[in-house]
């Protein structure tokens, strides 16, 4: 069973930063795109950052581009997403998503992801 657990989240200040991390398991991790989305309260999801774990290739969606970095370890099986200059808006439940098989392009909507996180919070006041 395919496992994905956030941590990281907590409450910042605006400007602030936090470093949220995807630890999954070997088989999982490898050669598999990888994402993280967010979901604000009254808010649909919608994605932040794609990573695909055999070439190291990322996307950024819009508004988090030269803000977030998205970033891998493959010693740990593990997918992060460092935050910095957080704002407000960026306050929301973040999910850690990786797609249904391996050695496939990554995709950038929802619907691409098969396997998702339960979340981790991340709060930015000003």
């Known amino acids: 069973q395919v496992q994905l657990v956030e941590s990281g989240g907590g409450s910042v200040q605006a400007g602030g930063s936090l470093r949220l991390s995807c630890a999954t398991s070997r088989d999982t991790y490898s050669n598999r795109c990888m994402g993280w989305f967010r979901q604000a309260p009254g808010k649909e999801r919608e994605g932040v950052a794609t990573i695909y774990t055999g070439s190291l290739r990322t996307y950024y969606f819009g508004s988090v581009k030269g803000r977030f970095t998205i970033s891998q370890d493959n010693a740990e099986s593990t997918v992060y997403l460092q935050m910095n200059s957080l704002k407000p808006e960026d306050t929301a439940m973040y999910y850690c998503?990786?797609?249904?098989?391996?050695?496939?392009?990554?995709?950038?909507?929802?619907?691409?992801?098969?396997?998702w996180g339960q979340g981790t919070q991340v709060t930015v006041s000003s």
């Open positions: 998503a990786a797609a249904f098989v391996p050695w496939s392009p990554c995709g950038t909507r929802e619907t691409d992801f098969h396997y």
